[in-house]
């Protein structure tokens, strides 16, 4: 099923719009981390690691959800296909990978929030996961730039699945057209 060219639009602006909101989450989730790991002010350094908490839970994994759902209903939606080229497989495994590695992560981070906000927080807790923070988050900001790259440069090749796709349309059009010929 093709979608219709409004309903296309208003599916690729909904995923542009999830896709850019969670690369500017997890930017400004990097500059908190890095805030945590180097403020030396407490009550900046517990504000910060629970404000996190609640990022990660209520921005960022809504939405890297919402850019896979959007993503996959626009692919499925318009002759691009799902699975029919490489850059569209390849962006959608980063996605799917990337929102998996998120879901991994937010255990630790509700620990580092929950620690940040208890009375017997020193500042000195958790500093190996503190530091892991900050190098994940600017991790995740690569891995997002790069899917970004890919719907941007689009590169050429398709799928064997979307090889075959292309010779069954093809072959369908010369037997529609020999048959109108015909007639």
Known sequence: ?????????LALT???????GWFGAVAVFLALAVTGLIARDALTVRSVYVTMGVTGRYVIVPLCFAALA?????????????????WITVKLTITALA?????LHLPPISRLADAAASPAWTGDDLAGLR????????????????????????PQGRTRYGQRMQQ????????????GAAG
């Open 70 to 86: 959007t993503g996959v209903a626009s692919s499925l939606g318009t002759t691009w296909g799902l699975l029919r080229h490489y």
């Open 168 to 179: 069954l349309q093809a072959s369908a059009t010369r037997s529609g057209a020999e048959a």
């Open 99 to 103: 929102t998996g590695a998120l879901l």
């Open 1 to 9: 099923m093709v979608m219709s060219p409004r309903v296309r639009r």
């Open 14 to 20: 909904a995923h542009v719009t999830a896709s850019v």
């Open 131 to 154: 530091t892991q923070l900050v190098v994940q988050s600017g991790a995740a900001l690569v891995v997002l730039l790069g899917a970004t790259a890919l719907s941007v440069y689009k």
